[in-house]
């Protein structure tokens, strides 16, 4: 594979929730929505264009990142700004080949010169600790429900970066607001694949319910 990384624009968004389907496809749940969401976080003010990369080999699209604003609200109820990490994916055919590295790593790279004093992602561990991402719950920062999910980890992008920053993080109301019926009207006119179990989906079960008590 020859890889390069650059910015997405509007002409690969189609193809990029093609992929994204295809990547989260059968992967946390029985089909996914991830295409959807990123189809709707695209049109959503925290959207970061600048931060949307695609990855190419050999004039191809294989994989993708995107990364939207967020906040982490402290105590008193003032926003700190963070950035939120994902959907991440690569097409399945190019999966294992670094593809999944080289975008976080850039996008990483790309945020700190931006000044984001850090990113939260939920994903799991045994694959975003490689890049320095560590348990939110270690730098005071909990999920919106006020819980210390295992799944939520977050990284400095400057020095002490995370330092004086606890509390709630939350992101684009996108991630959680997919309507049942919107969705199917949006997936309609994508690929339609087999719905089935993967043991995936019953990891993901339970790294989306561990929760640390801090
Ligand atoms: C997760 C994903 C983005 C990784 O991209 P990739 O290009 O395949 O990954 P890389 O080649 O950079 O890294 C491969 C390594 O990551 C590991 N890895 C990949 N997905 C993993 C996961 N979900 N959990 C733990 N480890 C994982 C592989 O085992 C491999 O480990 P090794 O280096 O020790 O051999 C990609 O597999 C994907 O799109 N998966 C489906 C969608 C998804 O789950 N996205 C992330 C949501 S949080």
Known sequence: MAISIRLETPADYRAVEELTKRA???????????????HLLREDDAFIPELSLVAEDFGSVVG?????????????????????????????????AGVGSDLMKRCLELAAEMGFCGAFL?????????????????YGVCDSEGAFAVALMGIPLTE???????????ESS??????????????SDFPQFQRGYRKSQSDFAVLSTLRYFG
């Open 24 to 38: 989260f496809w059968n992967v946390n749940t029985l089909g996914c929505k991830e295409h959807y969401v990123l």
């Open 64 to 96: 993708h990142i995107a990364a939207s604003r967020a906040m982490v609200e402290d105590q008193e109820g003032k926003p700190h700004e963070v950035l939120c990490i994902g959907p991440l994916s690569v097409d399945p055919v190019a999966q294992g």
């Open 122 to 138: 939920f994903g799991d561990p045994r694959y975003y600790t490689r890049f320095g991402f560590r348990p939110a719950e270690r």
């Open 160 to 170: 002490n970066g995370l330092k004086d920053i606890r509390g709630r993080f939350v």
């Open 174 to 187: 996108c991630f959680s607001n997919v309507a049942d019926e919107a969705y199917a009207e949006f997936d």
